[in-house]
């Protein structure tokens, strides 16, 4: 038997394209034709002892275009991008394809589906209280109002000898679980001028569904916090920063994905940033650093987040 059956169906949308997902019921490898004009129907009939009777319809598709599933070979799930269909387009689709290389009798249903439109959404979220932010100074951990020296940092400080890393809590992110992220990045404002060209860092985010503020931590704990990422994005020879300027960092769209795709991610949780240099590739002859403004020195300047997704 060389015949198939779709049993599934799905779709996910972008701003210009469909994804459909179908299931068989056998292994096959299908094409999807398609088209945005409604297909006509007509009406078939037989004679059956001199009267003529209805039997049937059949459909007109006219103007289609193809595109073969993604999956190579015959699957049992079978994957279409459809392009150039964006919002509010309505299109027509049927599938055919072989089975063990043959062409298959088998024609699908015609199926009908509307884009609903995909809507892009951005927001700016700052760090709001003195326990969302930290900086690891060697192993001395500044993580409170009476303790922090005044700077959220990254790189090498020559004259002790000592590297800095920080992290910093954002409350309440608004993204809807599914969203896509199309940009992010975080905004700090100097604290001090530093011209040294030659930091390595990296920008990630904590492994976690809802990562608490840093009021419990020790310079134990943030290490293992530090050290709890999977994606990160590198921010290599920043340029100089000058004194109360603004500087934006790399994208960090794959970093939010990849927390906003936690099984566990829900609109209102919180998101924890790291800015490290666990690897230890900045150099150590002179001192290389950034220095940005925390929340306990200056609320409205501590360090931003801005985020647009899709959903």
């Not at 309440?172 to 001090?192: D, H, M, Q, R």
Request: hydrophobic residues 35%.
């Amino acid at each position: 038997m060389n015949n198939f059956a779709v049993l599934t169906i799905a779709y996910s949308h972008t701003a210009t394209s469909i994804i459909i997902s179908i299931g068989t019921n056998t292994p096959c490898h299908l094409t999807c034709y398609y088209t945005d004009k409604e297909p006509r129907r007509h009406r078939t009939a037989r004679n059956q002892r001199g009267l003529t009777l209805p039997w049937g319809v059949y459909y007109c598709f006219v103007a289609w275009q193809s595109v073969e599933q993604t999956e190579a070979g015959d699957t049992l799930v079978h994957t279409f991008e459809i392009p150039a269909w964006s919002y509010c387009q309505t299109k027509y689709f049927a599938f055919r394809g072989t089975v063990a290389g043959e062409l298959s009798p088998s024609v699908s249903a015609l199926f009908k589906h509307h884009h609903p439109g995909v809507f892009s959404y951005d927001f700016t979220i700052q760090v709001s209280t003195d326990n969302d932010d930290f900086r690891l100074y060697g192993n001395t951990l500044h993580n409170c109002p009476d303790a922090c020296p005044g700077a959220i940092a990254c790189g090498f400080y020559f004259a002790l000898r000592l590297r800095s890393n920080s992290g910093a809590r954002f409350q309440n992110v608004p993204i809807p679980k599914g969203a896509t992220i199309k940009e992010a990045y975080l905004t700090f404002t100097s604290i001090s001028t530093t011209t040294a060209t030659a930091l390595k860092s990296k920008l990630c985010a904590e492994q976690e569904d809802n990562p608490p503020d840093f009021t419990l931590d020790t310079p134990g704990s943030i290490g293992a916090r530090l050290r709890n990422h999977s994606e990160v994005v590198p921010y290599d020879n920043p340029p100089a920063w000058i004194l109360d300027q603004q500087y934006i960092g790399p994208d960090i769209s794959v970093v939010i994905q990849e927390i906003i795709d936690r099984p566990g991610w829900a609109s209102g949780n919180a998101l924890v940033l790291f800015w490290q240099d666990l690897d230890e590739r900045t150099g150590t002859h002179s001192t290389i650093a950034r220095y940005a403004y925390p929340h306990n020195t200056a609320p409205a300047k501590a360090i931003k987040l801005f985020i647009k997704y899709e959903a």
